[in-house]
């Protein structure tokens, strides 16, 4: 900010900036807002609708059975399981009851013992069937969890197969909508953005300068922010070439800006001095000043060593003496800071 202000236009400034900046935050907000909801003027794409209807929905409700089914083989396959161990457990109870007991009748050799041994042997051949029931059914459940597992895998293989053939499709459907839905958002940012340039270039130093600035940020965030990152890539192709495009025409402006500035330096240059100080704003002058700058042609000079009251590059001069005092002072300057005599008046 150029110190050549005053103190309340400074702060009157710094508050219009403020200004500048909750418009453009709340242009911001509207314009995220538009700009997210656009893509709900497309219909939502699913891979189902590329996809053979009746045979996909025939094969989701073969896993959903066949999921169901294993569900109930394991369940049925547990209890199976425990069943079996409890009938292995009569089994090595029995046998080992039964081999003590025959021991003990080799030993004494008892005649009339000849029926319990029949009894006992026939108990023991009970619990052996209901073992063999027992893993029968183990056998059974396992055999009816692999069927559903390999039902479940055939559909799911199916489904699968369907969901292949109509990726193509659906990748394409994708990459159609996603173009037009970032031709949707292309409508609305670049136009916004042409706008913007538009009012720097002619606008903003008129009076409305908060809202020109803030309406400029706007459409800066709105096309860099809300429309780049939605730039298809297609394997980085088109975010490369968009860039180098841009980066074209903008160094291409910039050189011609160039050019046409150092054409006008060289015009002012060459016009009599005072006709360049006509032109030249006296807050535009005390601001290069400021800078260590000459306010004729903007190149670097030495203003403090006391010596240098004209520009050696073009020869504009900087420090002359007062009227009224004869104090050396800044040539630009209206008043004499020494004696307040005004600038070209003798007392």
Known sequence: MSKSLRLSEKWFRRGLWLVAFIFASFLIGLGGTIVGDLPQVESHITLDRFMDQGRADAARGTIKAAQQSEQQAQDALAQARLKLQVAQADVANARKSFQNWIATRSATERAEQDPEVVS????????QARERAARADVEKQQQAQLDAQQASERAQRELQQLQDGAGEQYSRAMRAQELRVFGYRLALTLPLLLLAGWLFVKKR???????????????????????????PSYGGYVRYIVGIVITALVGRWAIAALNRYMERQKQAEAQPEQERRRELSYDTALARLAKGVCPGCERPVDLKDGKTDFCPHCGIGLFDHCGGCTTRKNAFARYCHACGTAAGQAT
């Open 205 to 231: 130093k008129s009076a409305a300068w908060p809202f020109v600035w803030g309406f400029i940020f706007f459409a800066l965030f709105a096309f860099f922010v809300e429309l780049v990152p939605y730039l």
């Open 120 to 127: 006992r042997t026939q108990a023991l051949d009970t619990l």
